[in-house]
């Protein structure tokens, strides 16, 4: 009896000992992670190489896009003086077929007639060249301010890089790293914002290029009405 005792009291202990070794084991464990990542850098970090490439891309853009629109708009004037110089032309000749009716001269009439429709078309091809200038200049000054837009969003993306950088070369504990914290939380919103509003305006610019092409497939048929003499 008093040796079935003893064995009891061993068993006991070394069931409590385990259970002491498995729960410490728990503790000096890490927690398992759910896949939850509490903070996460929302704008995917780039070198300052890249950026500042594309920087300076973005901002030769802007100007190149002026230029390209200065050209459109004065080949819409020269379109508008053309126009202008046929309607006077369609005018004089219209005054001509008059005192050729009038003179019964049937003969210079329908010759004049031929005339008069001919210049009605020549009319429409430059009206036609009009409006795709107007159309270019139209997608050029939007061109620009997407170039503009893109180029706010890159100075900003470039200043977050910099920080960045500049918070692991020298990390800085206490008040003075929460607060450049802050600056580069600040910097990441302005950053996403700015690279919303350059997505946002990317539609924009593709329907004035559909607009343009639509304009130059109307200048074609009226030149090949043209030369077709209808």
Known sequence: MARTSILLILLMCAGSGALMGQTKAQAQSPPQSGGFDSFLLLVAPRD???????????????????????????????????????KVEMVRIKERIS?????????????????????EREKGLFERREELRQAEIE?????????????????????????RAGRLRKPIGGAGGASLDQVIGELEKQTLEAQRAQAA???????????????????????QELLGGK
Do not use: C, F, H, W
Not at 99 to 118: F, H, M, Q, S
Not at 201 to 223: S, T
């Open 48 to 86: 300052t190489v890249t950026i500042k490439r594309q920087l300076r891309a973005a901002t030769e853009e802007v100007a190149q896009a002026e230029s390209r629109r200065q050209q459109a708009e004065t080949m819409r004037l020269g379109a508008r003086g053309r126009i202008e110089a046929k």
């Open 99 to 119: 005192l050729a009716k009038k003179e019964n001269r049937e003969a210079d009439r329908v010759g004049l007639e031929a005339e008069r429709k001919a210049a």
């Open 139 to 163: 997608l050029e000054t939007t061109r620009g301010e997407l170039a503009g837009l893109t180029e706010k969003a890159l100075q900003l993306e470039l200043q977050l890089a910099v920080r």
């Open 201 to 223: 305006y990317d539609p924009i610019v593709a329907n004035q290029q559909i607009k343009v092409i639509d304009r130059r497939l109307e200048l074609l048929q009226a030149q």
